[in-house]
């Protein structure tokens, strides 16, 4: 028996120590951040269908399409904050219960069976977008209702309803103006709340809304321009009414072939942007985004997928305690940098190569060691 | 993710070892216990009622007077955390959260499993004096409201003192409530928001507070496209303290479905299939019992029947018990009426509950109206109840307009005694009408009672002021039995609304008429009138 147990000691701390080793290795695989990529580390998304009443339905169908994209794409029901000014899932005008759909043939049930809704009914007011994009909330108000984010957040924002020149209407009894909206995204950069924004709008005359911004690092686009409508897709003529927006129905369209791990740029999006199948000409505002749009991916968005910022080994052995949590997150960090090192052997450094090398032939040790330790407790 | 899984098969093996005890030594202070009950109800439909209970053994509720201190560290293995926290942050031994959606048919479905079926949102609490302002009961209200609305999803946060009363005769504890230091004692918090609507997002985390959620156990029937699809749905968060067991959580949801709209030849028969969409996969392994019971109904409402699988345990009283503690096979129950072709809607029905009340708004003015309650006592014997209306300041009572009458017309107020009455205060505080009625055997009594209806200010109007404002449901307590309360319609009231362009109107009016009475009246006053002549000016400049 204690003959045994050395080499079982052995064979059980062996891969702890081996693992340290192959993680400092891979993980440094990560570590090129080009000036180009986004240096957030937490996404957010902030949807808002400020339109009340049924025959409104589609606006629901907008903010709900977007839900899903965001959350297929990743971001956490606890990063995204859905405001829906009426309830059309549980409406006693709707034929199917429960559900929300946004095609013709009832395809995709939006509404699902996992949904969490966090501002909803009368609550959807201009006060409380407001105060939930700048955090000036009460001190009793929940997590699920507090756009947690700080400095380093991408914050995706969509809203729809019935808009005009210069204002976006909250359940046909206030108005939110362009104003409001640039001075409460300055006032978020002012309090360090985000790293960059990405604003989008489907509503009559959308492209006025975005034209006051004057906060840096955010990218805004529209549905249609000054004097010009937007208008819906398709009916459905057993909902009855519009099903979803034209703009919004593009856009989820072309989403639809995204995902996580995609390199699909804004530009690629933008540049796809057709007035005729549209049926009014969206607007994209770019000057006050310091990136180039054709490296910046949608998933910086719309996923998430966060960037690791990972440490030098010296300095993580220096200060262990103060590892960001980040570290944590580049496990799920998106697979294609390291594919990207391992193809392209010309590019790293021979040392880098080595280092990589190193990395896997531990892991193959262990796992050697592991079908060793199977075989043995098996006889 | 190629390079993780060895490295991830060694850390979830050594965490495992680690945690496992501690997981199976805290079990046994908690214990799951999950029912089903069906009941076939005359009208064709099905009652369904989901009961999950989770018991905290010798928990004991956190004192108001600790709560500027720190709290003990919590840890639990079912008992749900996010709730517990509350709990504890708020120092509540008890509090009931109800969300409904639809009007229970007291008449024709009988008395609820849970007896908070109100129309919309109820939530009330009992709680215990606080020492500090900031841990003051109101306080700790509107923190336990604004809490729960972000965990289920709901706006409650909107039951602020407009909606808030204390009607303390008419929701007495359910469980214990710890004793308090001499000056300090507990008292009651109770709000209804009746417009408030239930769907899949209150559901949602609702069923993750469930230690099995919707993968074993009877919660796997919990499907949203059925549920809210039936005649009347609701939520149920109960929340007590029972000394010397512990803290109670139920949660419940109750349903109304029917099988005679969904079948094609217009039958009765249901399976767990067809109601739910789904059979129950597996038993909840954590659940100390898992029964499913159906209430057989009675040989004269019922016909001839037949139920699958047979009953597990013994058939008794009239309901059939199918326990899954243990079970690992599916299990889908059906009911069918093979004789029957088509179910043919019974004309006689008589009512199944004690007491059947009616209430109505009357009266076409938006000034004023008038409140009718009909109630008819069922039953061969005397029952005395309380009366509870709550009502927000928007709808006054006159209350010396309160008429109370028999069957045959004549006046009996002495019917009607013990009336306590706390009025409104405008644009803050609800009325509070509470007395008790004496309902004679199988007597029918109309109360009736005028009302002014408020003109409300310009901003406190909804978004969607044309469609009137929802009144909280009335409730009827019998004495004797506190716990079969029966809830009224909730009510629409229909307020003066202004046109809401008229702002706009006015300013575009009254800015026009100053422009034209002050501008000319200013020009007139202001403006010298001189007469120039022209030729003279012509021709000194050619001069």
């Not at chain 2, 031994?93 to 024709?108: A, M, V």
């Not at chain 2, 030849?265 to 499913?292: K, M, Y």
């Not at chain 2, 209306?389 to 002495?414: A, I, N, Q, R």
């Amino acid at each position: 028996m204690l003959s045994f147990s050395f080499p079982l000691a052995f064979i059980i701390f062996l891969p702890f120590i081996l693992i340290v080793e192959a993680g400092h290795d891979l993980y440094d695989g990560n570590v090129p951040a080009k000036a180009s990529e986004s240096s957030h580390t937490n996404n957010w998304a902030v949807l808002v269908c400020a339109s009340r009443y049924w025959f409104n339905y589609r606006h629901m169908a907008n903010a709900l399409g977007m839900y899903r994209t965001v959350k297929r794409l990743g971001i956490p029901d606890s990063n995204i904050i859905l405001m829906l000014a009426d309830d059309a899932a549980c409406n006693s005008r709707n034929h199917f219960p429960g559900c929300v759909f946004a095609n013709r043939g009832h395809a995709l049930d939006l509404y699902g069976e996992n949904i969490e809704v966090d501002y909803r009914g009368y609550e959807v007011t201009v006060q409380n977008f407001l105060r939930l994009l700048t955090g000036r909330v009460e001190p009793d108000v929940p997590r699920s209702k507090r756009l947690l984010t700080d400095d380093r957040s991408n914050i995706f924002v969509y809203m729809t309803g019935h808009g005009g020149d210069e204002f976006l209407k909250f359940q046909d009894s206030e108005e939110i103006s362009a104003f409001d909206l640039a001075d409460a995204f300055e006032q978020m950069w002012q309090k360090k709340r985000y790293n960059e924004i990405f604003f989008m709008i489907d509503t009559c005359q959308a492209n006025t809304m975005y034209s006051k911004f004057y906060s840096p690092n955010i990218l805004a686009t529209g549905s249609s321009r000054i004097r010009e409508n937007s208008y819906s897709y398709e009916n459905d003529d057993d909902v009855g009414v519009s099903v979803i927006d034209s703009y919004t129905h593009f856009v989820l369209e072309y989403l639809e072939g995204i995902n996580k791990t995609s390199t699909t740029s804004m530009k690629d999006l933008f540049d796809k942007y057709d007035p005729e199948i549209i049926r009014s000409h969206p607007g994209v505002r770019s000057d006050l985004f310091h990136r180039p749009l054709e490296q910046t991916l949608i998933t910086d968005f719309f996923g998430g997928v966060a960037h690791a910022e990972v440490m030098d080994t010296d300095f993580m052995h220096d200060s262990s305690p103060l590892v960001p949590t980040s570290q944590v997150d580049s496990i799920i960090k998106d697979e294609h940098s390291l594919t990207e090192v391992l193809s392209n052997p010309t590019d790293g450094t021979g040392d880098h190569q080595v280092r990589l090398l190193r990395a896997w032939g531990s892991v193959g040790v262990i796992g050697l060691l592991v079908a060793l330790a199977i075989l043995n407790t098996k006889r | 993710m190629m390079r993780s899984p060895p490295i991830c098969l060694f850390l979830i093996g050594a965490m495992m070892m680690g945690t496992g005890k501690a997981v199976k030594a805290t079990a046994e202070e908690e214990e799951f216990r999950e029912e089903l009950t069906l009941r076939p109800l005359p009208d064709g439909k099905v009652a369904a009622h989901f009961s999950f209970s989770t018991l905290l053994r010798g928990a004991v509720p956190r004192a108001p007077s600790s709560l500027g201190t720190d709290d003990t560290s919590q840890h639990y293995s079912i008992f749900p955390l996010a709730l517990g926290q509350i709990l504890r942050e708020h120092a509540i031994p008890e509090f009931h959260l109800t969300i409904n959606s639809g009007k229970w048919d007291y008449d024709r479905w009988g008395h609820p499993g849970e007896p908070g079926v109100g129309s919309g949102a109820e939530l009330w609490a009992w709680m215990g004096d606080g020492v500090q302002r900031e841990t003051s009961i109101d306080e700790r209200w509107k923190a336990l409201q604004n809490s729960l609305s972000g965990l289920f999803c709901a706006s409650l946060g909107q039951m602020h003192t407009l909606h808030t009363t204390s009607p303390a005769r008419a929701f007495p504890p359910t469980g214990d409530l710890p004793r308090l230091p001499a000056p300090h004692k507990h008292s009651l918090r109770h709000a209804t928001l009746p417009a408030e609507r239930v769907c899949t997002e209150n559901l949602t985390p609702f069923l993750k507070l469930l230690p099995c959620p919707a993968r074993a156990g009877i919660a796997a029937l919990l499907e949203p496209h059925k549920v809210f699809d039936a005649n009347w749905h609701g939520l149920g968060v109960h929340v007590r303290w029972r000394a010397g067991a512990g803290v109670e959580l139920v949660l419940s949801v109750q349903a109304v479905l029917d099988p005679v709209r969904i079948s094609v030849e217009r039958r009765r028969d249901w399976s767990l299939r067809s109601l739910f969409d789904r059979s129950i996969p597996r038993s909840c392994n954590i659940a100390t019992s898992s029964v499913v019971r159906v209430m057989l109904p009675s040989a004269s409402e019922g016909g001839s029947y037949t139920l699958s699988p047979e009953p597990w345990l013994s058939t008794e009283d009239s309901i059939a018990s199918y326990d899954l503690t243990n079970g690992t096979s599916e299990l889908d129950i059906a009911m069918t009426w093979p004789e029957e072709q088509r179910f043919s809607y019974p004309l006689d029905l008589s009512p199944l509950s004690d007491l059947s009340v009616r209430r109505t708004l009357k009266g076409s003015s938006q000034t004023h109206g008038e409140l009718s309650v009909v109630i008819r006592n069922n039953q061969p014997v005397t029952v005395r109840t309380h009366y509870l209306e709550t009502m927000p300041w928007h709808v006054e009572f006159f209350l010396h307009t309160l008429g109370v009458s028999c069957g045959d017309g004549t006046k009996c107020d002495y019917l009607f005694t013990n009336m306590a009455y706390t009025p409104s205060q405008p644009h803050n505080k609800p009325a509070l009408l509470q007395a008790t009625i004496e309902l004679p055997p199988h007597e029918t009594v109309h109360l009736s009672l005028r009302v002014h209806k408020a003109f409300l200010r310009y901003q406190e109007h909804r978004p969607d002021a044309q469609r009137g404002w929802d009144l909280p449901p009335a409730v009827f307590v019998p004495v004797d039995a506190p716990f079969r309360r029966i809830y009224t319609s909730a009510l629409l009231v229909d307020l003066a609304t202004p046109d809401f362009s008229m702002p706009y109107n006015v300013i575009i009016m009254s800015s026009t008429l100053i422009a034209l009475v002050f501008g000319s009246l200013f020009n007139m006053l202001i403006r010298r009138f001189v007469v120039v002549n022209l030729d003279d000016e012509v021709s000194t400049s050619t001069q």
